[in-house]
């Protein structure tokens, strides 16, 4: 891709030359000029200037794009080495406990929030930068070279690529009108002159080349649209719960630069049941035939609730936010009794599925308000439990014979001091284990912890889904863009721009003696020269060119002088 | 700002992480040099939405930390009238914000699986006591939560005002388009005209909310 825009441009400013030379002098003088090739500035030569225009070239060169490029890609490293604070808060935390020398150190350089440091920012910056300084002023060159006249012919038409030559009788003015007809009924763009006739063909490359570039700017617009505009967020969605699209009603919330509490849109979505089908049988026995959750919406506080069915690339679009569905699981509902003998926990607890093939599920219960203890239990789900050689698993994702087994603790959560925790994760470091057995329980079955601690009953389950909400305005101009940069990339490579030069010059008789006018003999030259040859076939489209050319020369000549004329010499193509 | 959106985002996505590492795989961003431009355009859409900011234009914006927190406080004139919000607590009684006009309200949005709100409760408690005989209402509203786990925080901080039940987050979307609330903990303070004088995201302290609500009850501006 980078080769081929560099070595695109290339061929563009030879096109766009305004070198009355065509062909290598055009090659050779224009394309000098490079870039990252400018002159370097002379000592104390240049001033502020001139400093900066070299600064810009550099910074707009091809070269410093795929360096930014790879530094970007280097940078982004460390966000998936070290744990983000947007993404993992919780391990952050775990971090510092972990390394609390290092961990300040890093936060500094803001090694926990990687893509919002000062220097991440500072090298997408730049690339943007680099990128819209090399792509517009390319846009505008192309702009000017699509509107631009075909050249002058070249002097020597026997140096370009494609060339051949006939004789004629007919005089030279005469020859090149009638070779300029021709040309434009062939649909070329013909520029006339002294003795030749210049005309050149297949703008549409340019035009494509030219949308290409606009919609490559377009699609860093709409980029950047997104990015400022856009917001991601995910949220878990138990049976028969709901949830406002608000930061406190998201699990996850990603905003765009620009987006503040206020901008989300406010709708609300209940999922009303999630329902997963399984293949029972067959080498696909326990592959998911189909999800789908039943949701019932409305797109503001207090409207009116629509149904929607909710699957698996089938997401919903409320106000321009798409709501996709991304996961599913199941929660087991716990009841937790602490020792002064009241109910302290209640409800449906997510689990998280750690293997798909059984759905086999982790998570952990906090009853942080327990007496005179604080309680956690950590443990699985198992939808269809079987034993296998003691050890417990699952043999179906659907809930066939839910099972749950959890090893239970007392003591202090850690969660009163403020730091916030994850809500699927149990520090236990301050928590005693209980001797209880973790033997998996049927719904409606109990644990009794010891020292009168209370106790748990799993009463059963409810399953859950969890949405992904993605506000992107900038997606349907990035597709725009995109299919228009395609469209403008298969014209430039479909279409070559070519140019044909017809010279015609009365070559002095042998002898003047008693002949006609028309016995005085035109060599005519023809040229021609293609760049961007892609679909290759500019020889033979020249070959016929020329003899075209030539026939309808003969052709006028003839039916002038109504009959006779000298012969006119063959056709010699040249050809290389 | 950055303090501010990570504590809040702490507070908030606190569950996300381990969901999306299990359900979704972990997305890294791995550039493909697929194509310079376009690869760039990736690289650039993946990175600036994973980097997020709570940002709100009336925003105090200094950033809080542990026991720290931003505050905004609105004048007279520049404040947004509160929604007509109510519903049941978590007791079983009604509740209505506009029956309480008259009085300073402070509507504390909390839930009892969430770290910071364990943290700011004491001084909650005890500042409801210490207002107990001014015209000042305070009121809990309970998001993502359920009545059990919430009547116990009640019990365990001696919580001696209603909360609403609010699981489905709906007192809270109603506040879209005035002041809403960013984060759990978030503290809106009500005037006596029923316009939002504050809000304070992440923790309160006894002193700053104590601050802050005699002023408003003063009708200073």
């Known amino acids: ?576 | 700002m950055t303090r501010l959106r990570s504590a809040a985002a702490a507070v908030v996505a606190g569950p996300a992480g381990a969901v999306r590492a299990v359900l979704a795989g972990p997305v890294v961003a791995g550039p493909v040099l697929a194509g310079a431009v376009l690869a760039s355009a990736a690289v650039l859409a993946l990175t600036s939405c994973s980097a997020g900011t709570i940002a709100d234009s009336t925003s105090a914006s200094s950033g809080f930390v542990g026991g720290s927190y931003s505050s905004t406080y609105y004048r007279p004139g520049s404040r947004p009238a509160a929604p007509a919000v109510g519903g049941t607590t978590l007791t079983g009684s009604r509740f209505r914000l506009a029956a309480d006009r008259g009085k300073v309200v402070v509507l504390n949005f909390w839930g009892s699986w969430c770290a910071p709100c364990r943290h700011e409760a004491p001084a909650l408690a005890a500042l409801a006591t210490h207002f107990k005989n001014a015209p000042v209402r305070f009121v809990g509203d309970d998001v993502h939560d359920s009545p059990a786990a919430a009547l116990a925080f009640e019990r365990t901080y001696s919580v001696g005002y209603p909360s609403l039940s609010d699981p489905g987050e709906q007192v809270a979307l109603a506040f879209h388009g005035t002041v809403p609330p960013v984060a759990i903990p978030t503290t809106l303070l009500i005037d006596r005209t029923g316009h939002i004088a504050g809000r304070i995201v992440g923790e309160v302290s006894y002193r700053g909310l104590r601050a802050l609500v005699t002023k408003i009850l003063a009708g200073q501006s």
């Open chain 1, 1 to 576: 891709m980078t080769q081929d825009l560099a070595g695109r441009a290339a061929a563009e400013r030879e096109l766009a030359g305004e070198s009355e030379l065509a062909g290598e002098r055009e090659l050779a003088g224009e394309s000098e000029l490079a870039e990252g090739q400018q002159p370097r500035p002379g000592r104390g030569r240049l001033g502020v200037v001139g400093w900066l225009r070299w600064g810009w070239r550099q910074l707009t060169s091809m070269r410093t794009a795929l360096v930014l490029l790879f530094l970007l890609a280097l940078a982004s490293i460390p966000g998936s080495v070290l744990p983000q604070q947007s993404i993992n808060p919780a391990a952050v935390t775990q971090y510092y406990a972990a390394h609390p020398a290092l961990a300040p150190f890093l936060a500094r350089l803001s090694g926990f929030d990687v893509f919002g440091a000062p220097w991440f920012a500072a090298i997408y910056l730049l690339l943007f930068t680099s990128l819209a300084g090399c792509v517009l002023p390319r846009t505008f060159r192309l702009a000017r070279s699509a509107r631009q006249p075909p050249p002058r012919a070249p002097r020597i038409l026997g140096r370009l690529p494609q060339a051949a030559g006939f004789a004629t009788p007919w005089r030279p003015d005469r020859t090149l009108e009638s070779a300029a007809a021709l040309l434009r009924r062939r649909r070329f763009r013909v520029r006339t002159g002294d003795g030749w006739v210049s005309a050149e063909k297949g703008y549409l490359h340019e035009v494509g080349n030219l949308l290409f570039h606009v919609a490559l700017l377009g699609l860093l617009a709409s980029v950047a649209l997104g990015g400022l505009f856009g917001y991601k967020g995910n949220r878990l969605l138990v049976d028969g719960d709901t949830f406002a699209n608000t930061p406190v009603g998201l699990d996850v919330f990603r905003p765009g630069r620009l987006v503040s509490a206020g901008d989300l849109q406010p709708f609300s979505i209940t999922l009303r049941k999630f329902s997963a089908s399984y293949i029972t049988s067959g080498a696909q026995r326990g592959q998911p035939a189909r999800f789908v959750a039943s949701i019932r919406y409305n797109s503001r506080y207090g409207g009116p609730l629509t149904r929607y069915d909710l699957q698996v690339n089938h997401p919903l679009n409320v106000d321009g936010v798409q709501v996709f569905l991304i996961g599913h699981g199941y929660a087991p509902v716990f009841k937790v009794t602490d020792g002064t003998g009241v109910v302290r926990f209640d409800q449906a607890v997510p689990f998280i599925p750690v293997e798909q093939s059984g759905l086999t599920s982790a998570g952990v219960v906090k009853v942080p308000d327990a007496s005179p203890r604080q309680l956690g239990f950590a443990g699985v789900f198992l939808p269809t439990e079987i034993d296998v050689g003691g050890r417990l698993a699952s043999a179906f994702p659907a809930a066939d014979y839910p099972r749950v087994s959890l090893v239970s603790y007392a003591g202090n959560l850690g969660i009163n001091g403020g730091q916030p925790q994850s809500v699927y994760s149990l520090d236990t470091s301050r928590m005693r284990r209980l001797a209880v057995s973790p033997r998996p329980l049927a719904p409606g079955q109990s644990v009794t912890l010891p020292d009168g601690l209370g106790k748990l009953t799993f009463t059963g389950y409810r399953q859950w889904a969890s949405l992904a909400i993605t506000y992107d305005p900038g997606q349907f101009p990035a597709l725009v863009s995109a299919l228009a940069a395609l469209a403008g990339l298969i014209l430039s490579f479909l279409v070559r721009r070519r140019r044909i030069f017809v010279r015609a010059a009365q070559v002095g008789l042998a002898d003047g003696a008693g002949g006609p006018v028309d016995a005085a003999v035109t060599t005519v030259e023809v040229g021609g020269l293609t760049r961007s040859d892609m679909a290759g076939g500019f020889e033979t489209e020249f070959a016929e060119l020329a003899s075209e050319i030539m026939l309808e020369v003969r052709g006028a000549a003839a039916a002038a002088a109504g009959s006779g004329g000298a012969e006119a010499s063959a056709v010699a193509a040249k050809g290389e």
